[in-house]
């Protein structure tokens, strides 16, 4: 089922850490995360998530530190944990097949757009996976950082080239622990 992305008023939580990607927006609705969003500034990231929710009401998590965003920020850290918090995914029926697959390669690991395109029974879908990654609300947590050039070489992140390479990194340096 897709859902839309907002509803008007809809109540969506949010709050503001800081990790080796930068400054990380953590959103929630009552349903799951919804949104994290690396970015260079908070006042970028909440209007990022304003524009992706519109009709949302959007309330600051006032610095507490609910299990939520602990939970998603420990994860951050370690992908290979399992993520304790459920998540509100939002998109095309396509966009959730895609991203569903993505959660599939584990960190450390990657896939083409060809081979995820492959995997979603969309063999001649590159760019539309690509158009999916792009799409992506979770970062991490939907691991879009994981999709390579069929050369494996890094292409597009919507967060950054730079700071796809730094997950890319950091998880290879977990899974050689």
Same mark, same amino acid.
């Given at each position: 089922?897709?859902?839309?992305? @907002?509803?008007q ?19 929630? =609705? ?21 524009? /992706?929710?519109?009709?949302? =009401? ?6 507490? $530190? ?5 939970? %998603?920020?420990?994860?951050? %850290?370690?992908?290979?944990? =399992?993520?304790? %918090?459920?998540?509100?995914? /939002?998109?095309t029926?396509?966009? /959730? ?6 959660? #599939?390669?584990? *960190?450390?690991?990657?896939?083409? !757009? ?11 879908g590159s760019? *539309?996976?690509? @158009?999916? +990654?792009?799409?992506?609300?979770? *970062?991490?947590?939907?691991? +879009?950082?994981?999709?390579? /050039?069929?050369?494996? @070489?890094?292409?597009? !992140?919507?967060?950054?080239?730079? $700071? ?7 998880? #290879?340096?977990?899974?050689?622990r």
């Amino acid at each position: 089922m897709t859902r839309k992305n @907002s509803v008007q008023g809809e109540a969506i939580t949010w709050q503001v850490g800081s990790c080796y990607l930068g400054t990380v927006l953590v959103a929630r =609705t009552s349903q799951g995360v919804c949104a994290v969003l690396p970015g260079d500034s908070e006042e970028e990231l909440v209007t990022e998530l304003d524009r /992706r929710f519109p009709g949302a =009401t959007l309330t600051h998590a006032d610095g507490s $530190r609910d299990d939520w965003f602990a939970s %998603v920020m420990d994860y951050l %850290v370690d992908s290979r944990k =399992t993520l304790p %918090v459920s998540l509100d995914i /939002r998109g095309t029926d396509f966009q /959730r097949r895609v991203w569903q697959t993505l959660r #599939q390669i584990p *960190a450390g690991s990657s896939a083409s !757009y060809g081979e995820v395109a492959r995997m979603v029974g969309v063999p001649s879908g590159s760019r *539309a996976v690509a @158009s999916a +990654c792009a799409a992506n609300p979770l *970062a991490v947590l939907v691991p +879009c950082h994981r999709v390579l /050039r069929g050369d494996g @070489s890094l292409s597009g !992140y919507r967060w950054g080239v730079r $700071r796809k390479q730094a997950l890319l990194t950091h998880e #290879q340096s977990l899974s050689e622990r």
